[in-house]
Each structure stands twice: as structure tokens, then as C-alpha cells.
T-cell receptor, first 113, second 112 residues
């Protein structure tokens, strides 16, 4: 079945350092891919999405992600993290069985001073 | 414009009790969803409604029922709560074509 995998359960980064969160997808020549963020105690919010075209997509809050077909990856990056970026991040793609979003298990990001 | 609202925010039930989680959206979205979130498992789709008057099962529908009352409202009912249904429940909506879902703040449910 089509799915996304987030291999990192928890990542800790110093404030001001760069960030890369990994997401790998299975199946699908050119899948639709998404990153969502969940701040503590909140629902999820869309950060960015990839449908086609330019493989580097820009999102909100200074995040970007790059689609790499050769690596089946859609990693999320930010050049310099802020304490407010502490949250849980979910990669997602549509399940082509019912065309509904399937979410990865999430990566929890901790920011240290 | 409140987006997606959910009630209640917190609930504690005893095994066997019933309750309904309420969800409403004011964005004129066609599709609405109920998810549950458990540690280490991400979000799993319980039920969804592609449009007013239709509902379909998601990945984990057992033990739940839903009603799409009108275009705005989509409720989730637990008829006989079990400890395995202890979770955080999220409602979401979208236009049905973009996959850009808008989420409510969640309901934290504990079943003892």
C-alpha cells in the first residue's frame, strides 16, 4: 500500500541551527506529498505541499522541502530554527485506494537554547 | 471565521458509556474527516464524509458511528466506550479536491 515513512521519532536541535526532517514515500511515480505541523495542544496545520513541477517547494514559517524521485524522499528543511518551531511534524500523501490522506507517524522536534 | 471547532475539549468516560463528539466548520468545505491520534501511530482516519449526505469508513471505523448533519456539521459517536478508544480525536475539513485539510483543536478522551 502507498505510505510515507518518517524514520526519526524525535530530533533535538539547537536554536539557530539548521534542520532537516526526513520523509520517504513508497509507490507512485509522482505522488502528491505534504508536510503538516502540530504545535503542542493544537490541531495540524499545512506547512507545504508538492503536486508537480519545481521539486523545491516553499512553505509557511520559513520551511522548504525538496522532492527527490531517485531517493523516494520529501525532506523538510529550515536554515535556522526558532524556539517556536518546537512541534510535531507529519509527512502525508493521499492513499489512492480512497484518495484520503495517509499520515506518517510523526517526528517530534525539540529546540534547545 | 472560526475555522473548524470541536466540542468538548476534554472528556472522561467509564467503559460502556456513550458520547458524541461534535465538529463544525464555517469554510463551506465539502469534505469532513474524523481522525484519532495515538502515540507513535500518527493520525488514523476513522470516518469521512465526501459531501453532505454521504459517509464512508476509514482505516479504523470499528466502535464508531458518524452523522453528517448538514454541510457544516459532522459528529462522531461512541456507542459503548472502551479503554482502547482513549485517544485524541481530531476533526478536519477540506474542499474535497486539494488535500489541504484544516484541523480542529482536538478532543482528548479518556475511557476508564
Amino acid at each position: 500500500a502507498q505510505s510515507v515513512t518518517q524514520p526519526d521519532i524525535h530530533i533535538t536541535v539547537s536554536e539557530g541551527a539548521s534542520l532537516e526532517l526526513r520523509c520517504n514515500y513508497s509507490y507512485g511515480a509522482t505522488p502528491y506529498l505534504f508536510w503538516y505541523v502540530q504545535s503542542p495542544g493544537q490541531g495540524l496545520q499545512l506547512l507545504l505541499k508538492y503536486f508537480s513541477g519545481d521539486t523545491l517547494v516553499q512553505g509557511i514559517k520559513g520551511f522548504e522541502a525538496e522532492f527527490k524521485r531517485s531517493q523516494s524522499s520529501f525532506n523538510l528543511r529550515k536554515p535556522s530554527v526558532h524556539w517556536s518551531d518546537a512541534a510535531e511534524y507529519f509527512c502525508a500523501r493521499p492513499n489512492f485506494g480512497n484518495e484520503k490522506l495517509t499520515f506518517g507517524t510523526g517526528t517530534r522536534l525539540t529546540i534547545i537554547p | 471565521n472560526a475555522g473548524v471547532t470541536q466540542t468538548p475539549k476534554f472528556q472522561v468516560l467509564k467503559t460502556g458509556q456513550s458520547m458524541t463528539l461534535q465538529c463544525a466548520q464555517d469554510m463551506n468545505h465539502n469534505s469532513m474527516y474524523w481522525y484519532r491520534q495515538d502515540p507513535g501511530m500518527g493520525l488514523r482516519l476513522i470516518y469521512y464524509s465526501a459531501s453532505e449526505g454521504t459517509t464512508d469508513k476509514g482505516e479504523v471505523p470499528n466502535g464508531y458511528n458518524v452523522s453528517r448533519l448538514n454541510k457544516r456539521e459532522f459528529s462522531l459517536r461512541l456507542e459503548s466506550a472502551a479503554p482502547s478508544q482513549t485517544s485524541v480525536y481530531f476533526c478536519a475539513s477540506d474542499r474535497g479536491i486539494s488535500y489541504e485539510q484544516y484541523f480542529g483543536p482536538g478532543t482528548r478522551l479518556t475511557v476508564t
